[in-house]
């Protein structure tokens, strides 16, 4: 089982995607409309987003993130933080993706290198080749590193990077086939983005998740 939205960010504005309809939602959404009280440099944009499936998303610019308890859409009042304060023990200064993996971990993305989170053990592992980690996904295409990493559920994960994308399967993390690009496959999307997200599905954690896609409305 996985979840039924993906949500997409460039800048400000948030771009919505249904993963039912296979089609990009014909709403744009800024981000002080989706969650109120974020800090103002979080509100004209982010590099990150991470739901472990706590409540809470984790929202990520710079060195830095805010926390997002998913029940009220409001910034917790003692943010942002250094990402390591709620990340303890990471080794890297900021974060260019993340997002839960099918096994509860999560993995965080910098550069070239990506981390594995333990969140129920708040243990992070060493920087790694993000093309050592996940089989078959090539320094060439890589670059300086991805844009953006979904996992919905339903056994695949995304990253994305510039105008094109790659499917891994989460079991073996393996990539599946050449680099795509997303307009042929996302549709009303092109991309590049600065950030996504979606809520972690009932398959990674046996939870329901930070919060329903579908009841994710603006705040306003």
Known sequence: M??????????????????DDDVAVDVR??????????????????????????????VFRGGECVRIPCDTH?????????????????G???????????????????????????PVLRRAGRPQPVSSLFTGVSDTWLGSGVDAAVNPGYGFAYLFRGTEYVRLDTRTGTQLGSPRPIAADWHGLSGPFDAAWCNTPLSLNGSAGALSARSMQPTG
């Open 2 to 19: 996985g979840v039924d939205r993906v949500y997409f960010v460039k800048g400000s504005t948030v771009l919505p995607y249904d993963l």
């Open 29 to 58: 959404w800024q981000l002080d409309d989706v969650w109120a009280g974020l800090p103002p440099a979080f509100a004209a944009g982010m590099d990150a987003a991470l739901d472990l499936g706590t409540y809470y998303l984790y």
């Open 74 to 90: 409001r910034a917790d009042d003692d943010g942002p933080v250094p990402i390591r304060a709620d990340f303890p023990g990471l």
């Open 92 to 118: 890297v200064a900021r974060l260019d993706a993340a997002t839960p993996w099918d096994d509860g971990s999560a993995y965080l993305f910098t550069g070239r290198y990506c981390v594995r989170y333990d």
